[in-house]
């Protein structure tokens, strides 16, 4: 979503802000968000929706049943590792302060979880994208366009979250 999207750049070199603003943005922009801000809980709550249609999906694929249908799995898995991800980053602490120790963020992997989730650890949280790219990187066969997942975009992302893990 938008939102997302801009929550998880402005962050970072790839945005750069000309002059001032009242905008909640220029918070963001300035790591000076805070969890009661609009952007903020906008964030969090269309990460969660987005990871519940993945689980939607995964939840009705058999492993098998066709290479298409692995293939949509797969890009579900990688779509629900993508965003945990990004909250992770976001509402947790670097991997490295902690060796992953610190709280993370709710695992959403089934869409009749506990609807008030504690939060998982950094390192359980990591440990879960991991597994999702993984296994979504065995199930993404098919050829697609560049506007869908791939086997070469999950090791990519992959790659980031060890480096984020120094690992």
């Known amino acids: 979503t938008h939102t997302h999207h801009q929550m998880v750049e402005f962050g970072g070199d790839n945005t750069a802000l000309s002059g001032t603003s009242g905008s909640h943005w220029y918070n963001v922009y300035n790591y000076t968000h805070f969890p009661g801000m609009t952007v903020t809980t906008l964030f969090w709550s269309q990460a969660y929706k987005v990871i519940f249609s993945a689980n939607q999906i995964i939840e009705r694929i058999e492993d098998g049943e066709s290479s298409q249908l ?3 799995k797969g890009e579900n898995l990688f779509i629900r ?3 945990h991800f990004d909250l992770v980053k ?3 602490r670097p991997y490295p302060q902690g060796q992953g120790e610190n709280p993370g963020v709710p695992i959403m992997d089934k869409t009749n979880g506990d609807p008030y989730p504690s939060r998982n650890s950094v390192k359980e949280v990591y440990d879960f994208i991991i597994a999702d790219l993984l296994k ?3 199930l993404m066969t098919e050829e697609q366009s560049a506007s869908y997942a791939s086997r070469e975009a999950a090791y ?3 790659s980031r979250i060890y480096l984020y893990k120094e690992d």
């Open 156 to 158: 990519a992302l992959l």
């Open 81 to 83: 590792a993508m965003v």
């Open 90 to 92: 976001f509402f947790g």
């Open 70 to 72: 692995d293939q949509l």
């Open 136 to 138: 979504a990187a065995d």
